[in-house]
C-alpha cells in the first residue's frame, strides 16, 4: 500500500465577503493528507464549485497523491457567480478588474493566511472563459502564478491580441492546454464558436514566443464529462 493511502479525503469551505466585487464568494477548498502542517504548492480554479462537483478534482486529486503520482497540493475553488460570470472572466469583462482584485488581493491571502502553502507554486486552472481569466489575471501579476491549466479556452481575438502584445510577459509561464475534437461548434452567450481552432491558435502563438506550452486535443466536447477525463493528466504535469 502506497504511503497514505486510504487516508479520508478532507474538503473544507470557506466564504470571502469580497469588497471588490460588492458580494460574497464561496470557496472549496481540497487539503491533501498532511496538508495543515506542510507547506504545499497551491491551484486555484475558476468556476469552483464545479470542478469540484462535475469535475471531481478534489477526489482524482486525492487519488492520485495517495497512490504517489502527484506530490500534495491545496486546491482552491472560486464559485463563480453565473449571473456576472462573462462580465467577470472575458478578457475584457466589465468587472474583470474588480474579479483579478478578489482573486489576487482577498482570495489569495485569505487562503495562504489560513493554511502553510508554498507561494513561490502557486497554479491556476479555468475552463472556457475561465481560461480567458487565468491570463488575464497573470498578465496583472505575472509573478502571483507560474503554471496554468487552460481547458478548452474562450480565446477570443482579444486574448490572442494580448499573447502578441505581451509576448515577454506571457512567455515566462508553463501553460498545459486542452480542447475537445468536437469543440467545432460550440454555442457560448457570444454566438456559435470553434473552440478547436482557438485553441490550436493560442498554442501556436504561446509557442512562438517561446513559452512552456503542453498541449493536447482529444476526443471530446465542450462539457464537463471531457475536463474531467483530462484532469489526471493536468495535475500530474503541475509535478514537472
Known amino acids: 500500500m502506497a504511503q497514505n493511502e486510504g487516508l479520508s479525503r478532507k474538503v473544507v469551505s470557506h466564504t470571502v465577503a469580497s469588497q471588490a466585487l460588492h458580494e460574497a464568494r464561496d470557496l472549496k477548498v481540497y487539503i491533501p493528507p498532511g496538508g495543515e502542517n506542510a507547506k504545499y504548492p497551491v491551484l486555484y480554479c475558476h468556476d469552483g464549485r464545479e470542478f469540484f462537483t462535475h469535475g471531481r478534482i478534489a477526489t482524482i486529486a486525492h487519488r492520485l497523491i495517495t497512490s504517489g503520482q502527484l506530490q500534495p497540493m491545496y486546491i482552491v475553488g472560486m464559485a463563480v457567480n453565473p449571473a456576472h460570470r462573462t462580465d467577470d472572466y472575458a478578457y475584457h469583462g466589465k468587472r474583470g478588474a474588480a474579479y483579478d482584485e478578489f482573486v489576487l488581493n482577498e482570495c489569495v491571502p485569505f487562503i495562504e493566511d489560513l493554511y502553510p502553502v508554498d507561494q513561490e507554486e502557486r497554479y491556476m486552472a479555468g475552463v472556457s472563459l475561465g481560461a ?109
Open 132 to 240: 480567458a481569466a487565468t491570463l488575464r489575471i497573470f498578465a496583472s501579476d505575472d509573478e502571483a502564478f507560474s503554471k496554468m491549466l487552460l481547458f478548452s479556452g474562450a480565446f477570443y481575438e482579444d486574448v490572442l491580441h494580448a499573447i502578441d502584445r505581451e509576448a515577454l510577459l506571457f512567455s515566462s509561464a508553463a501553460y498545459w492546454m486542452c480542447v475537445g475534437e468536437q469543440e467545432t461548434e460550440v454555442n457560448t452567450p457570444s454566438g456559435t464558436y470553434n473552440f478547436l481552432a482557438a485553441s490550436r491558435d493560442a498554442a501556436t502563438r504561446l509557442r512562438a514566443i517561446q513559452a512552456n506550452v503542453t498541449y493536447r486535443e482529444a476526443p471530446g466536447q465542450h462539457l464537463w464529462g471531457f475536463w474531467q477525463s483530462q484532469l489526471p493528466d493536468a495535475l500530474v504535469w503541475l509535478n514537472k
